[in-house]
């Protein structure tokens, strides 16, 4: 079973760049599955920003596509995560390192939590 949800907003920020919340935009969720949305830096109403705008270089897109596959492996889950429409660039080496550092924290939490 797929179903759509409505767009949101979430907040964040790094120490190199800028504050402004991305708005996410879900295409499809198949529940204990599939995500895929797509990221676009917006202002706090959520209206998408072009990325230039706010001093981003000019290979940060204006929008990316993430897909989230979760499959069962025994009692474990496999994640995979896969961004799209990232230019080779330094902005591409920022995002797989940001990719990183997020999923080792997750694996500490997660490992606290057994």
């Not at 949800?5 to 979430?10: D, E, K, R």
């Not at 920020?13 to 991305?22: D, G, L, M, V």
Request: net charge neutral.
């Amino acid at each position: 079973m797929s179903f759509l949800s409505p767009a949101f907003i979430v907040s964040f920020s790094t120490p190199i760049f800028w504050r402004s919340p991305p708005a996410l935009i879900f295409k499809a969720i198949t529940p204990m599955e599939r995500l895929e949305f797509t990221t676009s830096l917006s202002d706090k109403d959520g209206n998408k920003i072009d990325p230039a705008l706010l001093g981003m270089p000019p290979d940060f897109p204006r929008e990316m596509r993430t897909v989230v596959v979760f499959k069962a492996k025994g009692e474990l889950t496999e994640l995979t995560i896969t961004e799209y429409d990232w230019p080779v660039g330094q902005m591409m080496v920022y995002s797989y390192a940001g990719m990183h550092q997020s999923l080792d924290k997750l694996g500490e939490s997660l490992a606290k939590g057994r």
